[in-house]
Nanobody
């Protein structure tokens, strides 16, 4: 069982920045593919960004050029740096880990972009 604990969410003005962190309790963290998803009220949960065990990344079109996903394997942590935030980025952001057939979710952290 892997536990994922997100932090770093909050209220930010449009154009501002936030950095989300996801701390994982996984002895083989470096082997996990990690990702960030988000879900706004009334919407489905969508992929924001993902990073493989070897560091390859991919992003939703809506966040390309503004968000950056990264990982620190010794710290067992994955990050999401969010810049130039827009009101439409408002959502609960979830951390996700996958290794083989095992998939795990964090509890989510709220990000609100509003003036």
């Amino acid at each position: 069982q892997v536990q994922l604990v997100e932090s770093g969410g909050g209220l930010v003005q449009p154009g501002g920045s936030l950095r989300l962190s996801c701390a994982a309790s996984a002895s083989i963290f470096s082997r996990y593919a990690m990702a960030w998803y988000r879900q706004a009220p009334g919407n489905q949960r969508d992929l924001v960004a993902a990073i493989t065990s070897d560091g390859s990344t991919n992003y939703a079109d809506s966040v390309k050029g503004r968000f950056t996903i990264s990982r620190d394997n010794p710290a067992q942590t994955v990050y999401l740096q969010m810049n130039s935030l827009k009101p439409e980025d408002t959502a609960v952001y979830y951390c996700y880990a996958k290794f083989g057939g095992d998939k795990f979710w964090g509890q989510g952290t709220q990000v609100t972009v509003s003036s």
